[in-house]
């Protein structure tokens, strides 16, 4: 276990590497940020001048060894420390990414195994077409629904506004709630049909074991490691920040700080962006991959 | 005996992918048999004829404005009181209402099909050249190719989608509907690359492929007369699947200002328009935001269709 977990975050410092790497690269190729961070009248001697402050004279090796030194450097529009920004608009992000998984965990699983117990009933077309029109919306569009319902129609939520409070959270985490739950749904549903009928939950029915708990106690578990993976990669695409929906709802997460550093050639909040999406996807794979040994003793970790 | 030569051209014979009409109107009968695809067949060749024929079935231009009807609800008849031309004069109807431009909702929202369709189709266009190149050689040649690869597909999957796409468009100094095209189209090609990898994996090892190379034929003539056909089923589902996904990034990147730029619509710069006064409007980002939800189902339902279709498990 302990060679396991090192190993896979030996197998990390690559990845790493190659994304401060390329991003530096095509930030380099991309222009100089000075032609959009400087007014269109400054005059050459002003442009050194903020050439100078922004550490951009050096020689590009020290520029980019700053990076693996663990130093993200100051952003250049907002001369504050990238590592503090990236934290601040993560902290946001999380709490609705981590609220919208749960939501689409529960709504989700229950609702795909509802389907899987009753195929192809009222209940499992219903549940179905549902999730086809929920991996069909796009997030702003529900999140702008869901404001002219909850917010302006009924008046029982705020009107969004840019504010990290959980009364202004709600929408964003609903929407990206019920979008995920769709997928879940749908995901749970065809694993489990596909479980249903192995010759080994025949044989439990036909010992006698009722439909109810053979699904859940026989069939439930094998379909979980496909679950848990897919729970994972949507938790660490929630994390990486929903621009969208948090435009459509204007909170001020991450995916609102990268989105806004793109626009405005901001280099070292977008390469600290890149970093953390990189964490967090890798950490996520490697709790995943984590999960797999306890919900699957055939898969070991140890050779 | 028969010479060999004879024995070898027959059997390169029956190497060749059959191309007779069978089976293509086999499966486009088992498409057909599914309800919800067969709605989904007729909403496209709907969308179709809205792409080919929309300046004869918008009523109004996409940039026409009728001073005086700001913000008109759905249904609303009225007579401009500053009509810019004679057109203008006289009972005027907009069945979909007005925006804050005075245009009319339904013109723009038919002009925008053309933006989604054609950005739907072309990036997934670019997504399947990738998609299927990278994943021909990375599953046909195996070793560290496969292994790099892969790892760079891993990695452009990892990233979000949506801010990938808003890098590549960032390079570009304008925004344009070119610079949609390829940022979706080199984002979205991720799944296609796995798909067609796991599938030349298990085909390279048939015997059709040993035979094939005993007798002599080509690396580049195996992958594209022998292993990609045999591929087409997966592609095809995955591709018509990523026109959905296409469409949904289009949306998304007009949502953030990043596509077709003013005064020409798409569905989703006419969300963004949308957000200023949508509270007051509900119309303004209804109608476009259905017309977004209503396509991509059609294209996600056709793939499902097609992918019950072309699954040997459920074939009677």
Same mark, same amino acid.
């Given at each position: 276990?302990?060679?396991? #977990? #090192?190993?896979? #975050?030996l197998?990390?410092?690559?990845?790493?590497i190659?994304?401060?790497?390329?991003?530096?690269?095509?930030?380099?190729?991309?222009?100089?940020?000075?032609? /959009?961070?400087? !007014?269109?009248?400054?005059?050459?001697?002003?442009?050194?001048?903020?050439? @100078?402050?922004?550490?951009?004279?050096?020689?590009w090796? @020290?520029q980019?060894?700053?990076?693996?030194?663990?130093?993200?450097?100051?952003?250049?529009?907002?001369?504050?420390?990238?590592?503090?920004?990236?934290?601040?608009?993560?902290?946001?992000?999380?709490?609705?990414?981590?609220?919208?998984?749960?939501i689409?965990?529960?709504?989700?699983?229950?609702?795909?195994?509802? !389907?899987?117990?009753?195929?192809?009933?009222?209940?499992?077309?219903?549940?179905?077409?549902?999730?086809?029109?929920?991996?069909?919306?796009?997030?702003?569009?529900?999140? &702008? /629904?869901?404001?002219?319902?909850?917010?302006?129609?009924?008046?029982?939520?705020p /009107?969004?506004?840019?504010?990290?409070?959980?009364?202004?959270?709600?929408?964003?985490?609903?929407? #990206?709630?019920?979008?995920?739950?769709?997928?879940?749904?749908?995901?749970?549903?065809?694993? &489990?049909?596909?479980?249903m !009928?192995?010759?080994?939950?025949?044989?439990?029915?036909?010992?006698?074991?009722?439909?109810?708990?053979?699904?859940?106690?026989?069939?439930?578990?094998?379909?979980?490691?496909?679950?848990?993976?897919?729970?994972?990669?949507?938790?660490?695409?929630?994390?990486?920040?929903?621009?969208?929906? @948090?435009?459509?709802?204007?909170?001020?997460?991450?995916?609102?700080?990268?989105?806004?550093?793109?626009?405005?050639?901001?280099?070292?909040?977008? /390469?600290?962006?890149?970093?953390?999406?990189?964490?967090?996807?890798?950490?996520?794979?490697?709790?995943?991959?984590?999960?797999?040994?306890?919900?699957?003793?055939?898969?070991?970790?140890? @050779? | 005996?028969?010479?060999?030569?004879?024995?070898?051209?027959?059997?390169?014979?029956?190497?060749?992918?059959?191309?007779?009409a069978?089976?293509?109107?086999?499966?486009?009968?088992r498409?057909? *048999?599914?309800?919800?695809?067969?709605?989904?067949?007729?909403?496209?060749?709907?969308?179709?004829?809205?792409?080919?024929?929309?300046?004869?079935?918008?009523?109004?231009?996409?940039?026409?404005?009728?001073?005086?009807?700001?913000?008109?609800?759905?249904?609303?008849?009225?007579? +401009?009181?500053?009509?810019?031309?004679?057109?203008?004069?006289?009972l005027?109807?907009?069945?979909?209402?007005?925006?804050?431009?005075?245009?009319?909702?339904?013109?723009?929202?038919?002009?925008?099909?053309?933006?989604?369709?054609?950005?739907?189709?072309? *990036?997934?266009?670019?997504?399947?050249?990738?998609?299927?190149?990278?994943?021909?050689?990375?599953?046909?040649?195996?070793?560290? +190719?496969?292994?790099?690869?892969?790892?760079?597909?891993?990695?452009?999957?990892?990233?979000?989608?949506?801010?990938?796409?808003?890098?590549?468009?960032?390079?570009?100094? =304008?925004p344009?509907?070119?610079?949609?095209?390829?940022?979706?189209?080199?984002?979205?090609?991720?799944?296609?690359?796995?798909?067609?990898?796991?599938?030349?994996?298990?085909?390279?090892?048939?015997?059709?492929?040993? *035979?094939?190379?005993?007798?002599?034929?080509?690396?580049?003539? +195996?992958?594209?007369?022998?292993?990609?056909?045999?591929?087409?089923?997966?592609?095809?589902?995955?591709a018509?699947?990523?026109?959905?996904?296409?469409?949904?990034?289009?949306? %998304?990147l007009?949502?953030?200002?990043?596509?077709?730029?003013?005064?020409?619509?798409?569905? %989703?710069?006419?969300?963004?328009?949308?957000?200023?006064?949508?509270?007051?409007?509900?119309?303004?980002?209804?109608?476009?935001?259905? *017309?977004i939800?209503?396509?991509?189902?059609?294209f996600?339902?056709?793939?499902?269709?097609?992918?019950?279709?072309?699954?040997?498990? =459920?074939?009677?």
């Amino acid at each position: 276990m302990a060679t396991f #977990l #090192l190993r896979r #975050l030996l197998q990390s410092i690559p990845v790493f590497i190659g994304i401060i790497l390329i991003c530096f690269a095509l930030l380099k190729l991309s222009g100089d940020p000075t032609n /959009i961070i400087a !007014s269109p009248r400054a005059t050459a001697a002003e442009r050194a001048k903020i050439r @100078e402050s922004l550490g951009l004279n050096r020689p590009w090796y @020290e520029q980019l060894g700053r990076y693996f030194r663990g130093d993200l450097g100051d952003s250049y529009r907002h001369h504050r420390p990238v590592f503090s920004m990236i934290m601040e608009g993560a902290a946001v992000t999380a709490r609705v990414a981590v609220s919208a998984m749960c939501i689409a965990v529960c709504l989700g699983l229950f609702s795909g195994l509802l !389907s899987a117990y009753r195929p192809r009933t009222m209940i499992d077309y219903s549940s179905a077409a549902i999730s086809s029109f929920g991996v069909s919306v796009p997030a702003f569009f529900l999140a &702008m /629904i869901l404001t002219l319902i909850f917010a302006v129609h009924l008046n029982w939520l705020p /009107i969004p506004r840019p504010d990290a409070d959980w009364k202004y959270l709600i929408i964003p985490i609903a929407t #990206l709630g019920l979008l995920n739950t769709a997928m879940l749904a749908r995901l749970t549903r065809n694993c &489990m049909l596909a479980e249903m !009928s192995e010759g080994y939950v025949r044989t439990a029915r036909a010992k006698g074991r009722g439909p109810l708990r053979t699904m859940l106690t026989h069939a439930f578990p094998n379909v979980l490691v496909p679950i848990t993976t897919v729970i994972g990669t949507d938790l660490a695409a929630l994390l990486g920040g929903a621009v969208l929906t @948090e435009t459509a709802c204007s909170i001020p997460g991450l995916g609102r700080v990268v989105f806004q550093a793109i626009s405005e050639r901001d280099h070292p909040v977008i /390469i600290g962006g890149c970093l953390f999406f990189a964490v967090i996807f890798v950490t996520a794979n490697l709790v995943v991959d984590l999960f797999y040994g306890v919900l699957d003793p055939r898969i070991r970790h140890n @050779e | 005996m028969s010479n060999t030569a004879d024995v070898l051209a027959t059997a390169e014979n029956a190497l060749q992918p059959r191309t007779a009409a069978g089976p293509w109107w086999a499966l486009l009968g088992r498409v057909a *048999a599914n309800r919800a695809a067969l709605v989904a067949v007729i909403f496209i060749a709907f969308l179709m004829l809205v792409v080919a024929f929309g300046p004869w079935l918008a009523p109004h231009g996409y940039d026409e404005q009728f001073r005086g009807a700001e913000n008109q609800p759905p249904w609303t008849r009225m007579t +401009i009181e500053y009509p810019e031309n004679e057109s203008q004069a006289g009972l005027q109807f907009f069945p979909l209402g007005t925006d804050s431009n005075a245009r009319d909702t339904l013109s723009r929202i038919i002009y925008g099909t053309r933006v989604s369709l054609a950005v739907g189709i072309s *990036a997934t266009f670019i997504g399947l050249l990738v998609g299927v190149g990278m994943g021909l050689v990375s599953g046909f040649y195996g070793g560290w +190719i496969d292994s790099v690869c892969m790892r760079f597909t891993d990695t452009v999957f990892a990233f979000p989608s949506v801010l990938l796409a808003v890098a590549i468009t960032a390079i570009f100094d =304008k925004p344009s509907l070119w610079v949609v095209f390829l940022a979706l189209g080199l984002v979205g090609w991720t799944g296609m690359a796995r798909v067609v990898r796991s599938q030349v994996l298990s085909l390279k090892t048939r015997d059709y492929i040993s *035979a094939a190379r005993a007798l002599g034929t080509g690396t580049v003539r +195996i992958l594209f007369r022998h292993i990609l056909p045999n591929c087409l089923g997966p592609v095809i589902i995955v591709a018509t699947l990523s026109v959905g996904g296409n469409i949904l990034g289009e949306a %998304g990147l007009s949502f953030l200002g990043l596509g077709v730029q003013e005064p020409y619509p798409s569905w %989703g710069a006419m969300l963004a328009e949308a957000r200023e006064n949508y509270r007051e409007a509900w119309w303004l980002a209804v109608f476009p935001g259905l *017309a977004i939800v209503l396509t991509v189902l059609a294209f996600n339902l056709l793939g499902d269709g097609l992918r019950d279709a072309l699954d040997p498990k =459920k074939q009677q």
